[in-house]
């Protein structure tokens, strides 16, 4: 087995296994499961609103994933620092690209978990409505990207910040900054200060993305734009991430 | 006798309108295939036909549906903008005699009682033409299903939290 399987494995082993892991998932499906039940107990839904609970769940699986992809890739680099366990990793014969592919195949395993976990609620709350297919298909499109890159994006501050207690803040303000298009109306996102920002955005692209999928019912090839900035996004999140960890020295 | 000309014409472009305004009859029928009960999510059809009853061409014609919801308190025009992408239909022309037929499908969106009504006017007429009111009523159809979402809403974590204890108590049992 190579290196890189063997990193990655063991990085998804301590997600997904350890009570630690499984505590994460569990704070992923009780989030989930309070939209649900929120959902249930409101008898004045349209079929349209329908199609707007599916759109919803998917913005909120993606941030949920942003945010679980973050913590792992800063942890991976930061947290092994921490714990005095980066240097003796660093020092064993696998390349450093290989270790950094086993710790990006870590967050993505997680994120695959993750999205397995928001099959069945996206499926209990819009198999009655419209495009759930569609919007599931474009959650693995779309979020895929922009949650990865959130994952790299930590690995990158991870490896460029001292401190991962500094790392994690830094991470969770620009997860926040990112996120805002879930809680900013129509309006304020349509003034040119918001419409530049939406434009460089990737949440914003994964989110104006699900928007025209799964409500408007255009067709997910439609979407290239938004895909290319999500592209764009993992790409230079990944660069960051590889610089940051070749300079990696303790 | 200006003045009496003038009041000639006037009178002359009012019967021209009135006559235009009367030239045009709109009859609208559900289709056939329209479920008998239908709820939220079905979709209807309705069936016009627009027809030119006068010795004059109709030019400019545009006919279109509009939505009520009659529930008693949530009295109110609907915004077809979810309910259907066939909105209007336009003719250039329509001759003496001539009929034109139309299809309005739409996609039942909320539940309720409605009114349809599809409209028609021509370029040159003054005055509306109505169909007859078609109504019908969309059964609530429940959008998010308690007994779906409950299992996984529950199942889910309580999966995950039986997980966590097997690992719990397979550590203990480890050491």
Redesign the interface.
Known sequence: MSATSLIARKEAGELLLSLRGLAWLMAVAVALSIFGLLLVSNTELSLLDNAQVVYDMVGIVTALGGLLALVVGLDAVAGERERGSLVPLLLTPASRDAILAGKLGGVAIAWGVMYALSLPYLWAVGSTGQNLWQGMLVLALLGSPVVLGFGFFGMALGARLASARTGLLTGLIALVLSVSPLLLGPSLRQSTIGGAFDAVNPFSAAVNAYDAVIIDSQTILAQWPHIAVAIIWLILALWLARSGFYRVVR | MKLAALLLAIGFALSASAASAASLAVDLKPAGSNPPSPQ??DTLSFHTVIRNDATTPVDGLIAWISLVQIDKGKEQPVDLE?WSAHKAVTAPSLDPGNTLETDWPM?????GKYRVVVSAVSRNGTELTASPFADFTVRQ??????Q???????G??LL??G??LW??TG?RSGT
């Open positions: 939220m999510g979810d996609r039942l969106i909320q539940s159809k429940p959008v998010v299903e308690s779906r979402v409950l299992p996984v809403v529950i889910l974590p995950i939290g997980g966590m690992r719990r550590r």
